[in-house]
């Protein structure tokens, strides 16, 4: 019998961790940490680091496996998907395996939270198809909670409804319709572009909770060509990036 623990962690901040995943992560034999290729090996680093600074050199085996990528041949977004985390699934369930031969407690550090556009909950659940998995979740800061005290403003307006979605239905969809506020995550770059900028702010920040954060703010039509120089910009200067933001109606515009 495995014990998967999926930690989040925040947006990679160790003063984001909660005593519950310090908790967590103590508990565990073996800390599976993703390889996500050139340009992007800092994220593993963030991921041993935290082990590092809760643990010290007591602390569990760090196990490091290479995810596979998105086929992009497949033309369904979806099925592309789902075959991806198929893929991811069965190598988890190689690693569990190979590291924890009698079982065992294993973690999986989650950037942010494992309920919010993560999908380690999905994978973990097709591991469970396959081996006796007892599963268990430990809620971490959010992308949106780092982004909103980084700006200093409330998620919400009074009483008023909070949409959040991705740069793909931002594109495809527009503007949700009787919705003051708009957070938008997992964008490739530029998704407001597509959007009539009179009457909208934004805030934008890429790597939300980090040191390396960014933070931009003020009306779209003046922000929207700044925001994307300084998006690429940082992009070529780490190799990746994070970035999320929040859109709103001004009350004249509403």
Known sequence: MFHLS????????PDHLTLQAIDAIRACDVILIPLKGPGKDDLAEARRAICARVTGTQGPQLREFRLPVRDPAQPDYRRRVDDWHDDIARIWERELHAALPKGGRAGFLVWGDPSLYDSTLRIAER???ATPLELSVVPGITAIQAMTAGHAIPLNEIGAAVAITTGRKLRQ?????????????????????????EGLEIWWSAYAGMKEEIRLSGPLSRMAPQIMKTRAEARRTHGWIMDIYLMRKTRHSA
């Open 6 to 13: 999926l930690i989040g962690i925040g947006a990679g901040n």
């Open 173 to 197: 969809e527009g503007w949700p319709e009787g919705i003051g506020t708009v957070v938008v995550m997992l964008d490739q770059g530029g998704a407001f572009e597509a959007l009539d900028p």
């Open 127 to 129: 591991v469970a198809r």
